[in-house]
């Protein structure tokens, strides 16, 4: 019996080594986003931004993961602070868009198909992204520019979606619901002010958490996450759940033999505000990231509802994904070439592989409704899984 029990611990060519303790569980997820949701948003540049760095930390070294550490970066970080707009008699609270300057604009409300110059441009979210709403105002002369998100909650709550319009700007820009916008959109043509009153926090030190597991052979697989959220909610999907997943992942991969590729973990701050922390971590590393490496990106990993997408910067990445999503019951579709929307790009920018699976379009994205109880932790740990086939078998176990 002692024989027998020490051949098992040890594993054998029989059983998987994997399969002796299974932490990718729906419970195991679950209490994982749960640390993080239970401490509410957290917005770089505010307490419960390092509250959430030391439970990352603390959460990598549970894992079993080498060398954890925190890794600090600079920027100057950006919060809300308060945001108004009064029309036709009445003043509304509304919710400012990164990196939106401080500024007081009196000027005329031009609807989607007007002439923008130097008028506010009201723009519905069921005709265009942020990024794109930016360019339509900008190019178009606009003197600032104001969201409409249409979609409403279950219970027909509207919504309003928040976020960053584009990295390296600094133009006025509010969300505000669909209530408010059908107002917004009657009002076409007549005179509002907008007020702006971010807060800026020059020269913010933010953290990236770094853990490993090493391999025996050459190249690395960067598994990401980031743990920092906007301002609304307690972002469970955006990007708790991605966190909990790494977590998860770490420990699955801890347990075991060494795999052939480094797995190095890596769960950044900042990525709301552009990609901040990833962009910190391989301008710190960049001699050590190169074309054998690949980024696996936990960002929106699953979510309460939408499509979802498996993309990667080759073919056969994308396949292979599909595959993997396939074997554990959920479907996907070819989302072609991942973009530069999340933490991958900067690890691509030096030649390195990605995949990034996401599932795309939840109403609740960016909004006080992205929550714990949104989330189907049985369908997430499907997701979860599909992601431990990918990087399995990439690193060579």
Not at 146 to 157: S, Y
Request: net charge negative; hydrophobic share 40%.
């Amino acid at each position: 019996m002692c024989l027998w029990l020490l051949i098992f611990a040890c594993g054998s060519g029989d059983e998987p080594w994997q399969a002796r303790v299974d932490h990718l569980t729906a419970d195991a997820l679950y209490e994982a986003t749960k640390e993080l949701t239970d401490l509410g948003p957290r917005q770089v540049a505010t307490p419960a931004e390092e509250v959430a760095r030391r439970v990352v930390e603390a959460m990598f070294k549970d894992a079993g993961l080498h060398d954890v550490a925190s890794e600090g970066f600079h920027f100057d970080a950006w919060t809300p602070g308060v945001a108004t707009l009064d029309f036709d008699g009445q003043s509304f609270d509304i919710e400012a868009l990164s990196p939106s300057p401080a500024v007081q604009i009196t000027a005329p409300l031009a609807g989607q198909d007007d002439d923008f110059t130097d008028a506010i441009a009201v723009m519905s979210d069921d005709t265009g992204g942020r990024t794109e709403h930016y360019f339509s105002a900008t190019l178009g002369g606009a003197a600032a520019l104001i969201r409409i998100t249409e979609t409403r909650d279950f219970d027909g709550e509207p919504l309003t979606e928040v976020g960053h319009t584009l990295e390296g700007t600094s133009f006025p820009s509010a969300g505000v619901d669909g209530l408010t916008g059908d107002m917004l959109e009657s009002a076409i043509g007549q005179e509002a002010v907008l007020t702006l009153e971010p807060i800026i926090h020059p020269d913010h030190e933010s953290f990236n958490v770094v853990g490993r597991v090493p391999g025996t052979g050459s190249g690395t697989i960067y598994v990401v996450s980031h743990y920092d959220s906007w301002h609304p909610s307690e972002s469970a999907f955006d990007n708790a759940l991605g966190v909990a997943a790494q977590v998860l992942l770490a420990r699955q991969l801890a347990q075991g033999p060494r795999p052939e590729r480094e797995v190095i973990f890596i769960a950044t701050s900042g990525e709301e505000q552009g990609l901040q922390g990833a962009f910190a971590y391989a301008d710190d590393h960049a001699d050590q990231i190169g074309p054998e490496d690949l980024v696996i990106t936990l960002d929106v990993l699953w979510s309460g509802e939408g499509t979802f997408y498996a993309e990667a910067t080759r073919q056969e990445l994308v396949d292979q994904a599909l595959e993997a999503i396939a074997a554990e019951g959920l479907e996907a579709v070819d989302g072609g070439d991942p973009g530069i929307g999340s933490d991958h790009f900067p690890f691509v920018l030096l030649g390195a592989q990605a995949i990034w699976c996401i599932r795309g379009s939840d109403r609740h994205y960016h909004t006080t409704q992205d929550t714990l109880e949104n989330l189907d932790m049985d369908e997430g740990i499907a997701a979860v899984r599909s992601q431990w086939a990918l990087l399995s078998d990439l690193a060579g176990i």
